[in-house]
């Protein structure tokens, strides 16, 4: 090659790159986070929003969400809901109608996503449930929300088994029982321990804001059960465990709170936890944790100097599916598009939940994920990890199919 | 039977002594000043918002950070009537009346930005539990009813003995004659709102030691402050402490007998049945 051709050959690669990279550009993508920013439900809320803003930072600094041959870049605008209806509907008509945001992700707390869930299929929307575990959400078929959390009674039936299986047949109950999927959890339990020839003997109650739990522990302690089984909030729930040990109850409890190490043990020592059970997903915890798991508990505590809460990777896998979806859809534009491609997705291989594919995709027809269930126990000041506890996807997918 | 009574009993008490101490404060106020003081509550969350503070980030022993933190809400209480009640003490009640409500409401402002959102516990490190036949008593509730006992009568005392409370019942009683006996009527506000601030934070402690500090809790225990004040009779002592402690057992005793589900009602369905057969309060005066 002469080098007047050599010249020529350079002027047209730098002219098609650069007319290339202005048909590449790179665009901003802006989703919202509708969660519980503050009050009782910031506790799982807060930890769902940090996680989807460190899952952006991340895809950010890996180039973004590519839609042929434009980039994404990933802008995260959160709002307070509160875990209150009205609150969760005024900040999503606000993402929805004032910001132009098309994908909302969040929602730790049922009764803000079941307000939202009701209008979003009228929405030119996809809705990403994250923590969220009251069943009817995800049975009214809307074909543009998901959630990563499998519902309550899911669980509550393979906790069930488990507690059958340690052989207590007289069982206590004492939780937030006028929230519907703690209620269908406990219904879930009952029907195994049933099984089982055991019985739930005491179904107590506790409200959100109740700490001196003292009344119901006593009542209970007075039928002399076998175990207590602890559904509810983190907050009220530490409360139980610390007051039960000084009112003298030695015996097994069962939960299903889903809290960190660092949350109880802003109420109770140590000591008054050991040995207690939280029966839940495979959520996040060091030991039951994948090599993702790992590397997301360790980005979240450096970023946010606090432990990530067990539930917080429903919402950074949330961010993670989303971008497998737009990347498959094509589009960030068609939002049916968008929500058809979650719908067909394989697990991303990014996430950090331990999810049961149905049909080899993460979300089932219902827009259901699932995760597999565990056994935790409290030990010398951490939850361990004891077993899974075996959990069908499939079956509970087709049960799901069935309801309304 | 028996002993599941005598629990629920003991178990009612620590609360009571909580509730007691509120109304003690609200009913001083009320009954000497005549302002419902609706910021109480949150002055007293303010009051264990900084024991917290001072035992966990200042690292100081939590025995040597409640007397800070009572000098403090004594302060306080003293900076509250001068600047936001004494202006407007001579203007229409209604006007001490939405004082009260603004305060309430800048309180529970500045207790989220100074303290933030989160519940916090003050670490007091008594875990023992004390057993009693079938009964157990925890340490920590044991020092609240002690406590509380403690503060009641100290309070009395210094009400009934000294010159100081017999100025404070003097006004109380009757305003102009007091003037007339030479009674110094501008620092007795002041001495009363000292007083029966460091009586809310005294109640803020326990709660945060008991159970918990968080936003709204504040308002909460003010509401149940003014449920023990009708229900003891307005502006009595000892109707505040009968009422308090029957508050608190009946709470008890109501979830663990009738449903938990209810206990706050039941609480005040034993106070609406009170005040129909006693519209005065357990130990009001008749009108």
Not at chain 1, 122 to 141: D, H, Q
Not at chain 1, 262 to 284: A, C, K, N
Not at chain 2, 213 to 239: D, H, M, Q
Request: with cysteine; glycine share 10%.
């Amino acid at each position: 090659m002469s080098k007047h051709k050599f010249t020529r050959a350079c002027a047209a690669l730098a002219l098609t790159l650069v007319a290339g990279s202005s048909l590449a550009a790179e665009k901003k993508l802006t989703v919202g986070v509708a969660d519980a920013l503050t009050g009782g439900g910031a506790v799982y809320g807060l930890p769902q929003a940090n996680a989807v803003k460190m899952a952006a930072e991340e895809i950010n600094a890996a180039g973004g969400i590519k839609v042929g041959a434009d980039t994404y870049k990933i802008d995260v605008i959160a709002y307070d809901d509160k875990a209150n209806p009205t609150e969760a509907t005024n900040a999503v008509r606000k993402l929805i109608d004032r910001d132009g945001v098309k994908y909302i992700l969040g929602f730790c707390c049922s009764g803000s996503t079941s307000a939202v869930a009701s209008f979003i299929g009228n929405e030119k929307a996809v809705m990403l449930v994250g923590n969220a575990a009251e069943r009817s959400i995800t049975t009214k078929k809307i074909p543009n929300l998901v959630r990563t959390r499998p519902p309550a009674d899911y669980t509550g039936q393979a906790a069930g088994t488990f507690i059958a299986r340690k052989g207590q047949k007289r069982i206590a109950v004492l939780g937030a029982l006028d929230v519907g999927f703690y209620a269908q959890y406990v219904d879930s339990v009952e029907r195994e321990i049933k099984k089982a020839g055991g019985e739930i003997i005491a179904r107590e109650v506790f409200s959100l804001k109740d700490r001196d739990m003292t009344p119901q522990l006593t009542k209970i302690r007075g039928l002399n059960p076998d175990a207590i089984l602890v559904v509810g909030y983190v907050e009220p729930a530490a409360f139980v465990y610390r007051q039960a040990v000084e009112l003298g109850m030695n015996i097994p409890r069962y939960g299903f709170t889903s809290g960190s190490e660092e949350q109880f043990l802003r109420v109770t020592t140590s000591e008054q936890m050991e040995g207690v059970w939280d029966l839940r997903p495979t959520e996040l915890t060091l030991l039951s944790a994948s090599k993702n798991g790992i590397a997301y508990h360790a980005n979240y505590t450096k970023k946010y100097n606090a432990s990530p809460s067990p539930s917080s990777p429903y919402a950074y896998d949330q961010l993670y599916a989303l971008k497998a979806a737009i990347e498959a859809a094509g589009t960030v534009d068609n939002t049916d598009a968008v929500a058809k491609a979650l719908r067909n997705l394989a697990v991303p291989p990014q996430v950090v939940m331990q999810y049961q594919p149905v049909d080899g995709k993460m979300f089932d027809v219902n827009g259901q994920a699932y995760t597999s269930n565990g056994a935790f126990q409290w030990q010398k000041g951490k939850w361990v990890f004891v077993e899974d506890l075996p959990s069908d996807s499939k079956a509970y997918s087709q049960f799901l199919s069935t309801l309304n | 039977m028996l002993i599941e009574i005598l629990q629920q009993t003991i178990n009612g008490l620590a609360i009571g002594g909580v509730y007691v101490l509120i109304a003690l404060g609200l009913t001083t106020v009320f009954g000497i000043l005549g302002i419902a003081h609706f910021a109480h509550g949150s002055i007293s969350m303010f009051g264990g918002y900084l024991t917290y503070f001072l035992a966990t980030s200042q690292g100081l022993p939590v025995l040597a950070a409640i007397p800070v933190a009572l000098a403090a809400g004594i302060l306080l209480g003293v900076l509250v009537e001068v600047l936001a009640y004494r202006p407007v003490r001579n203007a229409n009640h209604i006007n001490a009346f939405i004082v009260a409500l603004g305060l309430t409401m800048m309180v529970e402002g500045i207790n989220l930005q100074l303290f933030g959102h989160e519940q916090v516990v003050i670490p007091t490190g008594l875990s023992r539990v004390f057993r009693f036949g079938g009964i157990t008593v925890p340490e920590l509730r044991l020092y609240v009813i002690v406590a509380a006992i403690v503060l009641v009568v100290a309070m009395m005392i210094f009400v009934e003995r000294t010159k100081t409370g017999q100025a404070i019942r003097a006004v109380a009683e009757n305003r102009d004659a007091a003037i007339l006996m030479g009674v110094n009527v501008r620092t007795i506000p002041l001495i009363v709102f000292g007083m029966s601030t460091a009586l809310g934070v005294a109640a803020g402690i326990m709660v945060g030691a008991l159970f918990a500090i968080a936003p709204g809790i504040g308002e909460g225990l003010v509401v149940k402050g003014f449920a023990v004040l009708i229900l003891g009779g307005l502006g009595s002592f000892p109707g505040a402490i009968l009422g308090g402690t029957v508050l608190g057992i009946t709470e008890s005793i109501a979830a663990g007998f009738i449903s938990s589900a209810y206990k706050d009602v039941i609480a005040f369905v034993v106070m609406i049945l009170v005040l129909l057969i006693r519209p005065q309060g357990l130990l009001g005066r008749a009108p």
